[in-house]
């Protein structure tokens, strides 16, 4: 297990960066063995827990990192340089740690007093809560089946979002006449598994679908993300949603990386079929290299930009502006489109070396697409960030 001292923010982020390093060779090394198995092997979930990599979003005075947002990007980022599945069940992780700052204090300290927790959930309201009291502990009656659930055979706990149905059997109202959505956290021995992650990229995220069936849940372990009031710290002002998309961008950054640096290499060794001269020699190959950098750092450099004026005014009294969270959703998909189109040029670069399954190019290629599947960081983004851009009325509650 990795020992760590906190100090200010730079320190952790060196701490973080240096740890994701050290695991890279041994992610890369098991790029293999973690897709044939499509979930993370445990030995490597724990790995990343002990590390400390799993707890970046953790509050502090539970043992966590409480890291910057920046920080965050960085670290999924070059985790997904190794291995895309790993560095994706780690966001997951942190995001879903991210209840920690919601949950009443004692059953907080309860759940995350385990310094290598791991966490996986999906936040939509698949599930049915129906409040009840047993054995004189109020909570409720939970049933449903959420499918995405990325990392959650490795995990000791996971969260579902459930809708909490009224006597009538109907969803609850909020004031002001939204459905009472909550998140209730289970423990992973009161979940069934579906192995149906049979997929085509991110294989070893072991995104399967799992249910629980009238499992009790204590309120105390249940919150509302979208109105609950989280513990008065700069990272839990963030948008949950804004956080999950910054997650996969960050991945897909880390994908488009390895593309570039897959097809360099490969430029420097390959004369192609029908030429005498190396890969690297041919203007197209110059050209397409120089213009996937641009977009790839343009695109990060935006993604930062925007993480970066999130959190600053995060640092101040009051919430996160719409104007700052509507840059943090259009960044994160603009991030991931530019990664994928940059992966599909160094896939097409490469040529029939790209085919191969010995080549880190033809993972880049479905791993990427696989993320850009996400409704994250779907096209229905730019429409909802266009209305605020205009000054048009607008659902806001995914920003």
Excluded at 36 to 57: N, V
Excluded at 235 to 254: D, M, N, R, T
Aim: glycine fraction near 8%.
């Amino acid at each position: 297990m990795h020992s760590f001292t906190h100090g200010d923010d730079l320190s952790t982020r060196r701490h973080l960066l240096a740890v994701a390093d050290q695991m890279a060779e041994g992610l890369q090394t098991a790029n293999a063995a973690i897709e044939a198995q499509r979930h993370l092997p445990q030995k490597i979930a724990q790995s990343l827990a002990d590390a400390g990599l799993y707890r970046m979003f953790t509050p502090r005075h539970l043992g966590g990192h409480e890291v910057d947002v920046h920080t965050f990007v960085l670290v999924i980022e070059r985790l997904a340089r190794a291995d895309a599945s790993a560095a994706w069940c780690t966001f997951i992780s942190c995001t879903s740690a991210i209840i920690a700052g919601y949950l009443p204090e004692a059953e907080a300290q309860l759940i995350f007093h385990k310094p290598d927790l791991k966490l996986a959930g999906v936040f939509a309201p698949r599930g049915r809560a129906r409040p009840l009291v047993r054995d004189g502990v109020a909570g409720y009656l939970v049933s449903g089946s959420w499918p995405w659930g990325s990392g959650s055979r490795n995990a000791d706990y996971v969260s579902g979002g459930c809708l909490v149905m009224d006597a009538a059997g109907k969803p609850e109202l909020l004031a002001d006449g939204t459905p009472n959505v909550r998140s209730m956290l289970f423990d992973a021995t009161e979940v069934e598994f579906t192995d149906n992650w049979h997929v085509m990229g991110l294989r070893g995220t072991g995104s399967n679908e799992f249910a629980v069936h009238e499992v009790f849940v204590p309120a105390t372990r249940s919150v509302a993300l979208m109105s609950d009031v989280p513990l008065p710290k700069p990272l839990y002002k963030f948008p949950v949603f804004g956080l999950l998309g910054v997650g996969i961008a960050s991945v897909a950054l880390g994908v488009a990386r390895l593309a570039i640096d897959s097809l360099v290499e490969l430029a420097t060794e390959k004369t192609p079929q029908g030429s005498s001269r190396l890969l690297a020699d041919r203007a197209s190959t110059q050209e397409h290299v120089a213009r996937s950098e641009a977009r790839l750092r343009a695109a990060r450099a935006y993604l930062l930009d925007a993480v970066d004026a999130a959190w600053e005014a995060s640092l101040q009294p009051g919430p996160i502006s719409i104007d700052l969270r509507r840059d943090i959703r259009l960044s994160t998909t603009f991030a991931t489109e530019e990664a994928a189109a940059v992966v599909d040029r160094m896939h097409r670069m490469a040529g029939g070396s790209a085919v191969y399954e010995s080549s880190p190019l033809q993972r880049c290629l479905r791993d990427v697409h696989v993320a850009t599947q996400h409704i994250m960081v779907s096209e229905s983004t730019y429409e909802v960030a266009g209305r605020l851009f205009l000054r048009l009325p607008t659902n806001i509650s995914m920003i």
